[in-house]
């Protein structure tokens, strides 16, 4: 079996591969504070409490981390409690068949360029894969499966926070959809602005990053992944598709590309 590791700021995604098919996954609190052997722990008690993998040995890990304490943990995790399986961490040098056509090529995250490979290899190009994490992320494929750019923005829990930092009668709020857009309540004004409003973000942007990706923008797929997706998926009229292990798939790819 192989796992696979996408530890984002907020949320850590570890998922086990059966060949092609995600067998089982979890979605963990990414805590920079976390050592290796903690990291260790948890995980080997989320492997030995799933039914499906009793009798599962590891045989494989690829791993991507955009927080680079953590990086170093699950470095060491790696090393110290499955030294004798193969173990892919995304960073330069390693192969991932996805040309960066950046200004500096190191700034963009290793998760944006393994969803680029998995983008292409599920739907080929052009595409654009909008991430609902910590930030929303826009990044574009070309038709040749080159990175070529994207925009960032802010994510849906940030801008909550904000909120209810910055206003003296704002507090959080279930993110939910209201009844109406024209909200009668202070509660279902904030899922309003919320979830209309991204779906409108998410809308405005890949219509323009459509425009100068390809010549005819119809022929662009819009993927959607990350936790938060679900909440706008219904609302935004340009998301063609859900791929909710999009950053797995591609970790898969990359560990078949790098190991014999």
């Known amino acids: 079996m192989l796992l696979t590791i996408d530890v984002g700021n907020t949320h850590t995604v570890l998922g086990l591969f059966e060949g092609e098919e995600v067998i089982e996954h979890w979605r963990i609190n990414t805590d920079p504070r976390r050592t290796a052997d903690e990291i260790a722990v948890v995980l080997q008690g989320l492997v030995q409490q799933s039914p499906l993998l009793a009798e599962t040995d590891i045989s494989g890990i690829a791993l991507c981390s955009t927080v680079p304490s953590v990086l170093h943990e699950m470095r060491e995790m790696c090393r110290r409690y499955y030294g004798d399986v193969a173990a892919v961490i995304v960073e330069p040098g390693v192969k991932t068949g996805v040309p960066v056509r950046m200004d500096n090529p190191k700034e963009v995250g290793a998760d944006r360029i393994v969803n680029a490979l998995a983008a ?102 819009v993927i959607a992944t990350g936790g938060l997706a679900p909440l706008v998926l219904e609302e935004a009229r340009t998301i063609d598709v859900f791929e909710p292990w999009l950053t797995l798939v591609g970790l898969r790819l990359i560990y078949e590309r790098n190991t014999p």
């Open 120 to 221: 292409v290899h599920l739907h080929s190009g052009p595409a654009i894969v909008v991430d609902f994490g910590t930030a929303t992320t826009f990044d574009a494929v070309s038709a040749k499966g080159e990175y070529v750019g994207g925009a960032i923005a802010p994510g849906i829990e940030i801008s909550i926070d904000a909120l209810s930092v910055r206003g003296a009668q704002l507090h959080k709020i279930e993110l939910q959809r209201p009844r109406n857009v024209v909200a009668k309540n202070t509660v279902e004004a904030l899922q309003s602005g919320i979830i209309f409003g991204f779906a409108g973000q998410v809308d405005g942007i890949v219509e323009r990053m459509s425009e100068e990706l390809a010549e005819d923008p119809d022929q662009v797929t």
